[in-house]
Every structure is written in C-alpha cells, then in structure tokens.
C-alpha cells in the first residue's frame, strides 16, 4: 500500500504517471513529493510506487 | 520625517528589540503580486520584514481593485511600482528590489537566487506549480509558502495552513478555485494572504518545525 495525501491506496507497481492518469489529474497543475523529496516532473513516467511511500500530491486550483 | 531609529523603536516595543532584529535581517520575496501577494507583502513590511523582492510582469488593472492593495491613482502602473510605493509609505527604511517580469521556468533560478523565503502568491494553477516544482527541485533548502483554494466567500474556517514537507507550506482550502467558485473577493484572498504572511513570520522566526 501507499499512502497518499493521508490515504492507504492500493496502486500496484504503477508509475506515478499512470496513477496520476488514471486519477484525472491534470499533470501540469500539480507538485508531487515522495517520501518528503520533490518528484522532478520530467520523472513521472519512470517512478514507480512502492510499498510504504508516501506521496504528498497538491493540485493547484487557480485564484490569487 | 520620521527616522529610522524611531521605526525600530516603535516595532521593538511591539515585538521586543530581539525578534525585531531578526525581522529586519530577513529577506523575502513575493511571487505575484494580486490580491495574496500585495497582502502578504504589507503584511510583512508592517511587521518590520527588511528587505523585500516584489516580482510581477502585471500592472494595475480596475478589476484588480475588488481585492488587491492598489488604488485608482495607479491604474497602469507596474504591480512592483505600485506596491513599492505604498509599502514605503508606512516604512520608508525597506529595502524594496522589485522585478517586473514573469516568471518562467527559465529565469527563475536567477531571480530567486538570494531569496531565502519565498512566497508563491501566484493565480494561475500552472504558475503556481512551476514555481513550486522549480524551488523544491533547486532549492531545497529555501523555505517556500505557497496558496491554492481561496475562491469565493465564507467558509472562514476552511482556509488553513498545512505543512508539505518540513520547508513547503500550503495555504488556502485546497478546493475552491476561480475554475469552479467564479469570484475572487477581498475577504477570502485576505484570510489565505494572512495565512501565508503568518507562516512566513513564524518561519523566519522559529525555522521549520517538525510535525
């Protein structure tokens, strides 16, 4: 299990992106930490979610 | 004219002369300048913060005046001018650097490179995470307080400030964008604005603390 933003999720060896994806997030509007280090965004494909992670994803709403 | 000394005095009575000095040492900069950066920025000057970098490519606009710290005197101006203008009305002593740019994934590295605390004060989603990946990624030693969520009105309560990591701060309700609420108004801005401004105080002055 990973736990994201305070969740137990089960994910299944996904990649952040195909879990991002399959969420309906908006890539381009969005800062994700693993385990309290930033993702870079060009490694969305490439990380894949493990068991004990935690992910932190904010997804920016717009308004300022 | 009112000295120098006179501010400080005036500030240490209301803060004690050691968390004075260590306001007007600190350094932070504003990343937009709308209506939670020109909040946040005169939240920080009142305080005695002593050197402030104003970036915005945005100049005032009629329809920024529902919420943002301007006025009808300065309609066309530059946002860094402007602000500048009405921050060394209160405190003629700041040191005030502004840029009037956008920020772009290119030139953001230089603009921030001696910026310790950095506020992202931002209204576009993709800015917002621009900027935020950028300083993570970069700079991760700075500390960064950003917003999200502060559209619309009411709901005081649900405008909070959560920790990210031990030097990422997060402000506003995390929901309610200008995308689905439709306004923008002075209240809420406010209330996420004074989030952001007390964390960045809070910051400067303990550090980040775990939990």
């Known amino acids: 299990m990973v736990k994201i933003n305070g969740k137990e999720t089960k994910t299944q060896g996904m990649s952040l992106l195909q879990y991002l994806v399959q969420e309906g997030y908006h890539t381009e509007r969005l800062a994700v930490e693993c385990n309290e280090e930033i993702v870079p965004r060009s490694r969305y494909a490439e990380k894949i979610l493990r068991d004990g992670d935690v992910l932190e994803i904010v997804s920016f709403v717009g308004g300022g | ?211």
């Open chain 2, 1 to 211: 004219m009112v000295s120098e000394k006179e501010i400080d005095d005036a500030l240490a009575l209301r803060h004690t002369r050691q968390v004075q000095e260590k306001l007007k040492k600190a350094k932070a900069a504003v990343c937009g300048l709308g209506g939670l950066g020109s909040h946040i920025a005169g939240a920080l000057a009142r305080c005695g913060v002593g050197s402030l970098h104003l970036i915005d490519d945005d100049r005032v606009d009629l329809s920024n005046l529902n919420r943002q710290q301007y006025t009808l005197a300065q309609l066309g101006m530059p946002k860094p001018e402007a602000l500048k203008e009405w921050l060394l009305s209160f405190n003629p002593y700041l040191k005030i650097c502004t840029d009037c740019v956008r920020m772009t994934e290119e030139n953001t590295g230089e603009l921030l490179k001696d910026d310790p605390y950095i506020c992202e004060a931002f209204d576009q989603p993709e800015t917002k995470a621009m900027l935020t990946n950028y300083v993570l990624e970069h700079f991760p030693e700075r500390y960064l307080v950003g917003a999200s969520g502060m559209a619309g009105f009411g709901e005081s309560n649900r405008i909070h400030t959560r920790r990210i990591t031990s030097h990422y701060y997060l402000c506003g309700d995390e929901i309610s964008g200008i995308e689905t609420c439709g306004s923008l108004m002075a209240p809420r801005v406010m209330l996420c604005a004074a989030h952001q401004a007390n964390k960045m105080i809070e910051l400067i002055l303990q550090g980040g603390r775990e939990s």
